[in-house]
């Protein structure tokens, strides 16, 4: 059964804010060499660096991998570079937006479980879709804050 894609775009933080990346990934290295100096040289025990910054890479990796994102008539889904993240409609409560994108969440009014329990979508660089995405939210979803 073939699916009626309603709305598709992507994001890609790193390309679509290039001075922004330039600043983190100095930040990046500023911070590696801290925690090596720290963890290696004072502590000697490396293992505290590569767990560190293992930790700290693993949650920035979705602002350097492009994001897909596509919404039919059965729910959300979210295309990562090796994850697909499905979610029915039905899973929702309410939904709202904020400057970068809009959290879909689980429960019937904003909880701030919402970033483990939701599903955000962020807009893309030139945010085309905006408009037609709150049409398709109100539609399926039907709560805005």
């Keep these: 059964m073939s699916r009626e894609v309603l709305l598709k775009w992507r994001s890609w933080p790193a390309v679509e804010r290039p001075w922004t990346t330039v600043i983190l990934v100095i930040f990046l290295i500023i911070v590696a060499i ?14 505290y660096y590569y767990l560190g910054m293992l930790l700290v890479l693993g949650n920035l990796i979705p602002w350097f991998i492009p994001t ?37 969440s689980t429960f019937k009014m904003p909880r701030r479980l919402d970033p483990f329990r939701g599903q955000s979508l962020r807009f893309s660089g030139d945010r085309t879709e905006v408009e037609e995405l709150n049409k398709i939210l109100m539609d399926k979803i039907g709560k805005k804050y």
């Design 68 to 104: 897909d994102y596509e919404l039919d008539h059965q729910g959300v889904r979210v295309r990562y570079l090796f994850i697909t993240v499905n979610r029915r409609w039905e899973d929702f409560g309410c939904y709202y937006q904020d400057k970068r994108g809009i959290m879909l």
């Design 34 to 47: 801290l925690v090596w100096n720290i963890t290696v040289n004072i502590w000697q025990t490396p293992f």
